[in-house]
């Protein structure tokens, strides 16, 4: 019998770990990525933001200075992430960062070896 998995969007997902590394004294921001519709002298067009595979939180590690970019998936589409975004996070690894993709504060926690309770 297969085990269902708990349905949380990744939106929740996303400001739990946003608040919980504030609260760490982390400097973190939400990275938007995607194009919207706008209309510009009469005209409708699309703009895009964001650079396709950037990771959804930024954040930059108190003291060390270290730069973090975390990847949020839901626990159903842990395994989803696009080759965009795991070549970024290969890059901000090789680069001496830390990049993964999470799907809750508490691999966050873990991640980062914080010592913080939830």
């Known amino acids: 019998m297969k085990t269902k998995l708990p349905s949380v969007s990744e939106h929740a997902i ?12 982390y400097y973190v ?3 938007n990525t995607g194009a919207q519709k706008h209309t ?3 005209r409708e067009r699309w703009v895009r933001f964001g650079k396709p595979g950037f990771s959804d939180i930024f954040a ?4 060390t200075g270290r730069f973090i970019a975390l990847e949020v998936k839901t626990p159903r589409t842990k ?3 696009t080759r ?3 070549d970024f996070i290969q ?3 090789d680069q001496g960062g830390i990049a993964a993709v999470v799907c809750s504060a508490e691999e966050v926690i873990a ?3 914080l010592k913080t309770l939830l």
Not at 14 to 25: C, G, H, K, T
Not at 60 to 63: D, G
Request: hydrophobic fraction near 40%; charged fraction near 25%; avoid cysteine.
């Open 14 to 25: 996303m400001n739990a770990i946003i608040d919980l590394l504030r609260y760490e004294n």
């Open 79 to 81: 395994n989803s992430a």
């Open 40 to 42: 510009y002298n009469g």
């Open 84 to 86: 965009f975004q795991l």
């Open 60 to 63: 930059v590690q108190p003291k």
């Open 91 to 93: 890059r901000i690894k």
């Open 111 to 113: 991640l980062l070896d």
């Open 29 to 31: 921001w939400r990275n």
